[in-house]
């Protein structure tokens, strides 16, 4: 066993160095299947929404919260999961989130009203978190340091692909069967990746702090505010709801900080952001997925009321963005393990910035390839940053604490998706029609901060051993 030098009270020793490679096969077949799972029923619910709409006979502002309460569930509970992995052991929570994301799909297949379907759907948010939350921390157990970046690589391959495969998945299940079918495929292969997982997921070795419910329900309660008050500004809620909902999560976060301020590995993890290279690291992610929220929301409005196409080609052109991304992924992770990430990262999003101003830019009446070349550009961008930019926030961490890092891997993202939905929402409010151009030249500054912000840690050292 080596000792991290980084370690701190509370903290424990470094495991082996990645697994053998046949059972690090296992394993890998195990967490990708659960985060493929996870990341399609993100994609898929909403091509769902007005099937249920139809057969529970609600209104479509009433079934858009099978949406969000599972986005809100998932969310809110990121950094709670991410520390109690640390204690309890971070395949536990990674099984134990996937044992109930498979009984809460059973639960939305059988669902009979709208509340007992946003009940289940949940607890799925919530089965989602524990695989999500860990995700990035079990990839660093799993690979040996050697390839770690091409480990994270195949995990933004997985996201990547299920995001791209969602929409024609959901429109073939829907093809042959009614919209429960769509939850209770994840059944199966729920099952079959936890007696996989069981075998041959990495036991890392568990830090001895107790675990502070009162910090996690702090920790879930501004996120879940701050999400919830994002999607109320993104619906044109009350303002004083809105203002209430964002100064309540406020007030939490501070209330949290102040709590943890001596604890060895505080929930929201300040000692993290001590830590130049991952504060900037996260700034830059938050940054490009903001990008990616505000495109993935307004382009399909920008290529069906400006340009005048059908929603089939809307769907073709959305295609190119996400399968570069899964091209990339693995490339960028190899590259990753050669490479400083705040040189790939910085060239990335100045790629995906040049992306977002070429579309806005698009001339009146484009052909086919105008628009997919411009689309290539944005995913080969964001698939240069994404892989090298996670590998960098977790091995600027120390092992102890892969837990907190992996929670804000996945924070980060979702936070800066939620964002930039919201920002789009508001771009459509103050623009009407022109609303989608707006939203992309937005895009387009995010990235130029994002890059510049990835440029940055090149001027700062990672911390010793960790």
């Known amino acids: 066993m080596l000792k991290d030098p980084n370690a701190t009270k509370g903290a424990f020793p470094l495991a082996i160095d990645g697994l053998p490679a046949e059972r690090r096969r296992w394993a890998v077949a195990a967490i990708f299947t659960a985060l493929a799972m996870a990341s399609l029923d993100t994609a898929i619910a909403n091509i769902a929404l007005p099937a249920i709409a139809a057969d529970l006979h609600v209104s479509p502002a009433d079934v858009v919260w099978v949406v969000n309460v599972y986005q809100i569930a998932l969310v809110a509970t990121l950094l709670p999961l991410g520390a109690l992995g640390e204690i309890v052991g971070h395949e536990r929570i990674y099984l134990g989130g996937l044992l109930l994301f498979t009984l809460a799909s059973l639960g939305c297949a059988l669902a009979w009203s709208l509340p007992s379907l946003l009940t289940a759907r949940a607890l799925q948010g919530l089965g989602a978190s524990g695989i999500m939350s860990v995700n990035s921390a079990l990839i660093r157990y799993v690979y040996p340091s050697r390839i770690l970046g091409r480990g994270f ?8 692909t299920a995001f791209t495969l969602g929409p024609t998945v959901a429109s073939g299940i829907l093809a042959m069967g009614p919209w429960p079918w769509l939850f209770a495929v994840n059944i199966p292969f729920g099952l079959v990746a936890i007696a996989i997982g069981l075998k041959t997921l990495p036991h890392p070795p568990r830090a001895v702090h107790a675990f502070d419910f009162p910090g996690a329900m702090l920790a879930a309660s501004c996120l879940g505010l701050f999400i919830l008050g994002i999607g109320s500004a993104a619906h044109k809620a009350w303002p004083g709801l809105v203002s209430m909902e964002l100064i309540a999560a406020i007030l939490l976060g501070w209330l949290l900080i102040r709590r943890h301020a001596d604890h060895p590995a505080p929930m929201l993890p300040i000692d993290l952001f001590r830590r130049p290279v991952f504060a900037l690291s996260a700034a830059t992610s938050v940054c ?9 929301v307004s382009l399909p409005f920008y290529f069906e009321d400006i340009l005048m196409r059908t929603q089939v080609e809307t769907g073709f052109f959305m295609t190119p963005w996400p399968l570069v991304v899964a091209i990339m992924a ?3 992770g ?6 400083p990430a705040g040189i790939l990262g910085g ?13 806005a830019t698009l001339p009146v009446n484009p052909g086919i390839a105008n628009i997919v070349w411009r689309m290539v550009i944005c995913g ?18 120390p092992p ?18 939620t964002i930039g939905a ?17 939203a992309l030249a937005l895009g387009a500054g995010f990235a130029a901060v994002g890059s510049v912000m990835s440029f940055l840690r090149l001027a700062v050292s990672p911390p010793r051993g960790g």
């Open 334 to 339: 190899r590259l990753s393990d050669r490479y």
């Open 347 to 359: 060239i990335g999003l100045v790629l995906l910035g040049l992306g977002m101003v070429l579309l």
């Open 380 to 397: 080969f961008g964001f698939g240069f940053f994404q892989t090298p930019n996670i590998k960098t926030l977790m091995s600027s961490a």
């Open 422 to 438: 919201a920002l789009a929402a508001l771009c459509f409010g103050l623009a009407g029609r022109d609303g989608a151009t707006l």
């Open 288 to 296: 490009a997925f903001a990008v990616q929220g505000l495109a993935f």
């Open 400 to 417: 102890h604490r892969s837990g907190g890092a992996s929670g804000i891997v996945a924070t980060a993202r979702l936070t800066g998706q």
């Open 330 to 332: 693995p490339i960028g």
């Open 153 to 160: 690589g195949h995990n933004a391959l997985v996201v990547a």
